[in-house]
Nanobody, 121 residues
Framework: QVQLVESGGGLVQAGGSLRLSCAASGSIFRINSMGWYRQAPGKQRDLVAAISRGGSTSTVDSVKGRFTISRDNAKNTVYLQMNSLKPEDTAVYYC???????????????WGQGTQVIVSP
């Protein structure tokens, strides 16, 4: 069993900051890539940022320069530092991880339960 638990969401005024965390636990051999997605009401779930096990990162253009993804492999945790938040960043944010549970067997995608971020004008 593997669990991803997010924290750090909430209500913030435009221009403010939030830091999301996502900790993976359970029967884990190796965590490969990790990422953050978001889903606004009535819209599809979209990738926001991703980070490889070695620390290479990518972010979508709409959050470049404002959001930073990082990870702590020793803690099986990924973070999303969100600065200069805008009302259009309002969404449920989901953590995703590609996890190998057994050496030599294929890895699988796991998802957190989501954390709500609301940015007021």
């Amino acid at each position: 069993q593997v669990q991803l638990v997010e924290s750090g969401g909430g209500l913030v005024q435009a221009g403010g900051s939030l830091r999301l965390s996502c900790a993976a636990s359970g029967s884990i051999f190796r965590i490969n890539s990790m990422g953050w997605y978001r889903q606004a009401p009535g819209k599809q779930r979209d990738l926001v940022a991703a980070i490889s096990r070695g620390g290479s990162t990518s972010t979508v253009d709409s959050v470049k320069g404002r959001f930073t993804i990082s990870r702590d492999n020793a803690k099986n945790t990924v973070y999303l530092q969100m600065n200069s938040l805008k009302p259009e960043d309002t969404a449920v944010y989901y953590c995703n991880a590609d996890i190998s549970r057994v050496p030599g067997l294929p890895s699988h995608d796991y998802w957190g339960q989501g954390t709500q971020v609301i940015v007021s004008p």
